[in-house]
């Protein structure tokens, strides 16, 4: 069975510094898909980010970017140029390529921006 | 367009009692989802459809049933609500198939038993 591990619990940044938070998974396949996904105080959740993992090039998004390590089973999330908007629940998710989509998630990382 | 919507946003119900949450989406996706999501913890699955008819249990399905009778209603249905079912509850749905595509997600129903 895959697991999705984030082992921080809560980060804090300074608006306009740069964070990284992390992510580690366990799977077994070849074919799968890696995101993060933001989830603010309004409970919504909003996708940040995709990574397929046949590609070795990282996903950026704007001020998002990823460090996908396949080998080491790595995926963290650097947001630059932090923002008070940015303070949030990050998850991490992992999805099989196996046509059903299903994504499983992680614990979570609480992310506080200060002024 | 609306996208994923929900129904209840927030309910309380007694231990046994029975309610069905509704999830409707008007994007013509043919995948739909139910997680639950614990105090302090990720999303877990419930149960998913890939198209009108076709359902199957996720992570946690024990204590709810879902149908899918058409591509933009998927109701979950709680019989003899325990305490343990006190969660926040999205739907999501997607075109799904490939991980290419989005799962856009639902604005959640709390849900207490008490």
């Known amino acids: 069975a895959q697991t999705v591990t984030q082992s921080q619990p809560e980060m804090s940044v300074q608006e306009a510094e740069t964070v990284t938070l992390s992510c580690t998974y366990d799977?077994?396949?070849?074919?799968?898909?890696l995101f993060w996904y933001k989830q603010p105080p309004s409970r919504q959740m909003i996708l940040v980010i995709r990574?397929?993992?046949?590609?070795?090039q990282n996903a950026t998004e704007n001020r998002f970017s990823v460090n996908f390590q396949k080998a080491a089973k790595s995926f963290s999330l650097k947001i630059s140029d932090s923002q008070l908007g940015d303070t949030a629940m990050y998850f991490c998710a992992f999805m099989r390529g196996d046509n059903t989509d299903k994504l499983i998630f992680g614990t979570g990382t609480r992310l506080q921006v200060f002024p | 367009n609306a996208g994923v919507t929900q129904t209840p946003k927030f309910r309380i119900l007694k231990i046994g009692q029975s309610m069905t949450l509704q999830c409707t989406q008007d994007?013509?996706?043919?995948?739909m989802y139910w997680y639950r999501q614990d105090p302090g913890m990720g999303l877990k699955l419930i149960y998913y459809s890939v198209g009108a008819g076709i359902t199957d249990k996720g992570e946690v399905p024990n204590g709810y049933n879902v149908s899918r009778s058409t591509t933009e209603d998927f109701p979950l249905r709680l019989e003899l609500a325990a305490p343990s079912q006190t969660s926040v509850y999205f739907c999501a749905s997607s075109y799904g198939g490939t991980g290419s595509y989005e799962q856009y997600f639902g604005p959640g129903t709390r849900l207490t038993v008490t």
């Open positions: 799977t077994s396949e070849s074919n799968y898909y």
């Open positions: 990574q397929e993992a046949y590609k070795q």
């Open positions: 994007m013509n996706h043919n995948y």
